[in-house]
C-alpha cells in the first residue's frame, strides 16, 4: 500500500463526504467512525485529517503547531510535506515557508498513524507567522479510516470502501477497559483460595485524570479484596511518579493525595 496517498493531501481534494470532527478531540473515535457500536472500542491505525484555511497575508513564512499526535503524524500544506513526528507526547512545530502558501484558501491535511490506546489529536493547533499573528484552527476538521489495525491485521478501507466500515465486526479485545470485571475475574478471583501475605499495588496512570474518583474507589478496592479473603492483609502501594502524562498540566499530584 503507498500511504504517500497524493490525492488526499492535494489541495483540489474533495473531503465533502468525509465525518466532520473536533480538534482537541472531544469524541472518542468509535463515536465518530463506529457509531452504532455498543460499548466504547479504541479504533487504531490510519487516519485522515483536512481543514481549509483562508490566509489573508501570504508573503511571510509560517509555523504550523500542533498539539500532542498519539502516535504519529505526516503533515501537508497545499500538497507538500512540511514535517513528521512519531512521539505521542511531543508537540508538532512545523515550518511552512511562503512559496507553498497562497491568499486566501489554504489546505493543511494530516495523516495519522496510530498503533494502540486511544487515538487523539491534541490542542493548541494554529498557525504563526513571522509578524506572530496567529490563526487557530481548532474546532471542525473533515476525518476518514483510512485502514484498521484490527485483532492485529490491517485492514484498508481506502477511499472507495468506506461501506465496509459498517460491516466491521465489533469484538472486544479483553482488555481493562472493554468490561469493569475482565481483570478481577480473570485474574484475582482464581487466587481466593490461597493464603496471602498481602499485596503490592502499583498505582496506574489510568485514574490520573479522576483523582476525586480514585478517592472511593480504592479504599472500596482494598475493602472488597479483604472482604474475599476475610482478614484484614496489609496492603502496601506504589506513589504514582511525577509525570506530566501528556497533558498541559501535571495531574500526579492530585492523585498521589488521593
Not at 58 to 70: F, K, P, R, S
Not at 144 to 166: M, P, R, T
Not at 181 to 201: E, Q, R, T
Request: net charge negative; charged share 20%.
Amino acid at each position: 500500500m503507498n500511504l504517500s496517498q497524493k490525492e488526499i493531501y492535494d489541495p483540489q481534494f474533495d473531503d465533502a463526504q468525509w465525518a466532520k470532527m473536533n480538534f482537541p478531540s472531544e469524541n472518542s473515535y468509535t463515536d465518530i467512525f463506529l457509531p452504532n457500536v455498543g460499548y466504547r472500542e479504541n479504533i487504531n491505525g490510519l487516519f485522515w485529517y483536512r481543514k481549509t484555511v483562508i490566509l489573508d497575508h501570504a508573503d511571510m513564512d509560517y509555523e504550523l503547531t500542533i498539539g500532542a499526535i498519539d502516535d504519529g503524524d505526516i503533515t501537508f500544506v497545499n500538497g507538500q510535506r512540511v514535517g513528521s513526528t512519531l512521539g505521542d507526547r511531543d508537540q508538532r512545530v512545523y515550518k511552512v515557508p511562503k512559496e507553498i502558501l497562497h491568499e486566501g484558501l489554504n489546505v493543511i491535511a494530516i495523516m495519522h498513524c496510530d498503533f494502540w490506546g486511544e487515538s487523539s489529536v491534541d490542542g493548541p493547533i494554529y498557525l504563526e507567522n513571522t509578524k506572530g499573528d496567529k490563526i487557530f484552527l481548532e474546532g471542525s476538521w473533515s476525518g476518514i479510516l483510512y485502514a484498521d489495525l484490527f485483532n492485529s491485521e490491517l485492514i484498508i478501507y481506502g477511499l472507495n470502501n468506506q461501506n465496509q466500515l459498517s460491516q466491521r465486526l465489533s469484538l472486544p479485545s479483553g482488555g481493562p477497559n472493554d468490561f469493569p470485571s475482565s481483570l478481577f475475574n480473570a485474574m484475582i478471583h482464581s487466587l481466593i483460595p490461597y493464603n496471602i501475605k498481602g499485596v503490592i499495588w502499583y498505582q496506574g496512570e489510568e485514574n490520573v485524570v479522576r483523582a476525586k474518583q480514585y478517592e472511593k474507589l480504592f479504599p472500596a478496592l482494598i475493602t472488597d479484596w479483604r472482604s474475599y479473603w476475610g482478614y484484614d492483609f496489609s496492603f502496601y502501594f506504589v506513589q504514582i511518579a511525577p509525570f506530566h502524562h501528556g497533558f498541559a498540566n501535571n495531574l500526579s499530584p492530585a492523585l498521589r493525595d488521593a
